[in-house]
């Protein structure tokens, strides 16, 4: 039996394993579109709470997210740390969305690992920011920086068995 995908296999045991990589694919991208989307609600809250006034509702931490909107790292280049929680995670939803449909190229598999492994280094750079400078956590910023460490490993998982069988298959 070759590395290829054999549709055609007399045991039909090929097609059965060709049958569970796509349907365990099409589960990974699913579970990484559905915490984008969630990422994105948690980045689009924060962004709406940094434009109010008044305290953030931080359910945990009581007033770490206020000390942590109020710091001097809440902003970069002008722009509030929010919305670049929420351009990550819609470009990791739309990358999710392509490959649902007819790009399923390796090259988008590694742009979309590539994009979560910097926003989950710059989680940790943040979260990092948080313990050790700031001295006072944002309930909802860990939140995001737990999603993205869920997003990288399946990431990863994704990368390591589909880009690898693609080249085994072609």
Known sequence: ???KLEFNNVYGWTCRIG???KTM???LNRIIFSLSLIGLLVSAFLAYEYSRPEEIT???TGAGCDIVRNSAYSSMFGISLPFYGITFYLFVAILSILLTNSFKKPIMYKLRSVIILFGFLFGVYLTSLEAFVIKAFCFWCVVSFIISGF???LAVL???KYVTKFK???
């Open 58 to 60: 931080c359910p945990i």
């Open 1 to 3: 039996i070759s590395g």
């Open 19 to 21: 049958l569970w990589f």
């Open 158 to 160: 994704e990368y390591k």
């Open 151 to 153: 997003l990288l490993v």
């Open 25 to 27: 694919e099409k589960l």
């Open 168 to 170: 085994q298959w072609n």
